[in-house]
């Protein structure tokens, strides 16, 4: 009896190791993708399966290692391996606020001057709009200009005299010179005056925060790993992923593609914001939902990326203008440790490139309707730290969600 009794205590042990070390596993959390016959039959069965697996995906991951643990009681930061970190090369000082090279735009500040030059690669942004406003919104100056056949631009313009001591400079874009424009950079570009009477860009008071954040080592296992949400094991996250790809030899542009398809695919669900509901944030779900916040298309990205061997962060933060958050950082906003975003960063040719899913999709859920936008926006796409910093602060890097 006591021998039957030991060996059902050694299978009980068993079954909870190997449910705690295969909760994780794309067949356990699509169980019923692998048993039909067993989903069509028993669905409350399977989905059982898959809702425990998750659970248990939950526990196992929130448990810290060894060394995580002693940097907890030394508060301090765990140690990465060298060999381990991913050595960021930095761009500084440039005057671009996007550094992807098909649609861009860049600004110089010349005491009275400002020169504004880039590239488009859409007929619907060859003609463009500079408005400078005043600190009270009021228009001081519009000036008008227009891409080359190349779809280059560049218009050098006085900035106009005010008395203010800063003023707002937005950016708007048509497919002709008159009619319908639609903004491209709006309200987080800031000029000040300076003490000699001349103009320059306000730097961002939340960007040294944001830079030792970027700066800092960051592990390429991390950034790799399947989490609960990041679901970068499963199987039809993967096909979709090497689909996208699919002919791409380097990695940018395979993030591009990945980028540009969530942008296009997926919708921002504005009626959650006022729901008691927790709107999608896991990766399979959010693909057959195709409705989410800005965890759900960050988590959706890092899932694509590291199914493809892409490293890949869930960066968590405070955005200006989200969850009636103001439109300019003040004394409040630019120390809080409030998260109210997400976005990500990808590790490509040597440094992490910023990328905000959720601010360059123009779809969005509104009333219970579905609406279209106007395609995937790239203003956030490979994003300058110091233009993102205008309404962007890194607070975490997400490794467990």
Not at 226 to 242: F, L, N
Not at 293 to 298: I, M, S
Not at 336 to 364: F, L, M, S
Request: include cysteine; glycine fraction near 6%; hydrophobic fraction near 35%.
């Amino acid at each position: 009896m006591k021998k039957f009794k030991r060996f059902i205590a050694f299978l009980l042990v068993l079954a909870i190791a190997l449910c705690v070390v295969n909760s994780q596993t794309d067949f356990f959390l699509n169980f019923a993708d692998y048993a039909p016959w067993l989903a069509e039959k028993y669905p409350s069965f399977t989905e059982g399966v898959t809702d425990t697996s998750e659970r248990l995906s939950e526990i196992t991951d929130r448990i810290p290692s060894p060394s995580e643990i002693i940097a907890m009681i030394k508060h301090e930061e765990p140690p990465i391996d060298p060999a381990d970190v991913a050595t960021n090369a930095y761009i500084e000082n440039s005057p671009m606020l996007t550094f992807y090279p098909e649609e861009n735009i860049g600004i110089v500040v010349d005491y009275n001057v400002i020169d504004i030059f880039g590239t488009t690669a859409s007929r619907s942004k060859s003609h463009l709009i500079a408005e400078f406003t005043d600190e009270n919104g009021e228009t001081l100056d519009q000036v008008s200009f227009s891409a080359n056949s190349g779809g280059q631009f560049n218009k050098q313009a006085d900035i106009p005299d005010t008395d203010s001591l800063s003023m707002s400079l937005a950016i708007y874009t048509g497919s002709k010179p008159y009619g319908q424009f639609e903004s491209w950079v709006y309200n987080y570009v800031t000029l000040q005056k300076t003490a000699d009477g001349g103009w320059e860009l306000a730097p961002s008071p939340v960007f040294e925060n944001n830079r030792q954040m970027y700066e800092k080592d960051k592990s390429i296992s991390d950034s790799l790993k399947r989490t609960p949400s990041i679901q970068s094991d499963s199987a039809g996250i993967k096909s979709i992923a090497e689909q996208l790809t699919a002919g791409i030899t380097n990695d940018y542009d395979k993030v591009l593609a990945l980028h540009d398809w969530i942008c296009s695919y997926m919708y921002y669900d504005v009626d959650s914001l006022g729901s008691q509901d927790t709107p999608p944030y896991y990766a399979t779900e959010i693909v057959k939902t195709r409705r989410a916040v800005c965890l759900g298309f960050a988590t959706l990205m890092a899932a694509l990326c590291r199914s493809i061997e892409i490293p890949c962060n869930v960066v968590s933060g405070y955005a200006l203008g989200v969850s009636g958050g103001g439109s300019e950082w003040n004394e409040e906003t630019s120390a809080t440790d409030e998260q109210n975003h997400a976005w990500n960063e990808v590790y490509v040719d040597g440094r992490w490139i910023i990328v905000d899913p959720t601010w360059d999709c123009t779809n969005k859920i509104e009333n219970g309707e579905f609406i279209e936008g106007n395609g995937a926006s790239h203003i956030y796409f490979d994003a300058n730290l110091q233009f993102f910093s205008n309404n962007h602060k890194i607070i975490e890097y997400s490794k467990r969600r």
